[in-house]
């Protein structure tokens, strides 16, 4: 009974202790329009943490995934123009190769018959030619008729230009003219330097004109990293700064890129833009296909910048307390350009010098 009666005087202590300091917090303040004014034996004044503002560099940062892919002027795929049987194979997987390189070989009557069409235009050219020389050699002595020299040079252009065609149909297969002999496989070989990072080459496999790539070359020390950034942030990243790339495969690898193209067309099921990002990759640790993580780093110069847990809300406004004087503190409304976890940039409503509460404000909340 006597321990009953004591916990009761303990807990009618306390709540008159309670009520004494709510009394006392209640009468060391009073709220004037947007005004908070403190009295100098205000307990509340201890509580509060000031801050004065001013402008300073603000680092934005932006995490987006990505994925490794080739870049295409450095990548080719290898297949056969004429309809052929595979004869041999001059590459292996990995290998490295430079551009001009035999790749493989194909016996192709297709590829006979345009041999044969260039020796031909060849030969009439250089007929035609020589029937030129003499139909002006014999218009030089008198003898000749110049209906019959005309004739001739317009036959040379024409043949000329047959043969000019057929040269440059073969010259795009990269076939050496002075070495060409009828009857012989068409060696394929590689337009670009990189390495054979894919190879299907059989031999004896029989290949059509519009047969699948049989092998792919790559150039790899320089890779693009396709981001994806959505239309909300298009505006943090910038095609002048350099992207942090983490790998998810190893993770300790310290890789950045600049960017390359940000994508003049949005994505209109995700809302977002591609970015291409350039990186190095002489190591070859980078290869296409490879999920990463992109880090864009956004800096805005001259801009103010406050804690986060400085701004309370009020309706559809935000406001930081701004001392006026000693004890006098003004709910200023503000207008936030942006904000992180821990801060935010002011973009009006404060300027340089203006001294905030930045921890305890909440104690200056009108009580109901």
Not at 193 to 221: F, H
Not at 337 to 343: I, M, P, R
Request: charged share 25%; hydrophobic share 35%.
């Amino acid at each position: 009974m006597n321990k009953l009666i004591l916990v009761s005087l303990v807990a009618l202590s306390l709540t008159a202790c309670i009520n004494d300091i709510e009394k006392k917090d209640i009468c060391s303040y009073e709220v004037n329009n947007d005004t908070v004014i403190l009295t100098n034996d205000s307990p509340i004044l201890k509580m509060l943490e000031k801050q004065k503002v001013d402008k300073n560099t603000y680092s934005y940062e932006l995490i987006t995934s990505g994925i490794v892919r080739a870049i295409p002027n450095n990548y080719a795929l290898i297949a056969s123009p004429f309809e052929g049987r595979i004869t041999r194979s001059f590459v292996r997987l990995g290998q490295d190769v430079n551009a001009g390189a035999p790749v493989f070989e194909i016996s192709s009557s297709s590829y006979f018959e345009t041999g044969k069409t260039y020796y031909q235009a060849k030969e009439e050219m250089n007929l035609a030619y020589k029937n030129l020389q003499r139909q002006k050699d014999l218009l030089s002595k008198g003898v000749g008729i110049e209906k019959d020299y005309e004739e001739a040079e317009v036959n040379y252009i024409i043949n000329r230009r047959n043969y000019e065609n057929s040269l440059a149909s073969l010259k795009v297969y990269q076939v050496d003219t002075s070495n060409l002999v009828l009857g012989q496989p068409l060696i394929v070989r590689s337009p670009i330097k990189g390495r054979i990072v894919e190879n299907n080459i059989v031999i004896g496999q029989y290949l059509k004109e519009d047969s699948e790539p049989v092998a792919t070359v790559a150039e790899l020390s320089k890779i693009w990293v396709v981001g994806q950034v959505k239309e909300k942030d298009v505006r943090y990243i910038s095609d002048t700064e350099e992207v942090a790339i983490k790998l998810i495969s190893f993770p300790e690898k310290k890789i950045t890129g600049k960017i390359y193209n940000i994508n003049s067309l949005i994505d209109e099921n995700t809302r977002s833009i591609q970015v291409l990002i350039e990186c190095n990759n002489k190591d070859k640790m980078m290869k296409p296909g490879m999920y990463v993580t992109t880090k864009f780093t956004h800096k805005i110069k001259d801009v103010i910048i406050i804690p986060s847990k400085a701004i309370f809300q009020m309706e559809d406004a935000s406001f930081v307390f701004l001392q006026l004087d000693k004890n006098s503190y003004l709910k200023k409304k503000i207008e936030i350009l942006t904000e992180d976890k821990d801060s935010s940039i002011v973009k009006t409503g404060l300027k340089p010098g203006d001294e905030i509460i930045v921890n305890g404000g909440f104690y200056l909340l009108e009580k109901k």
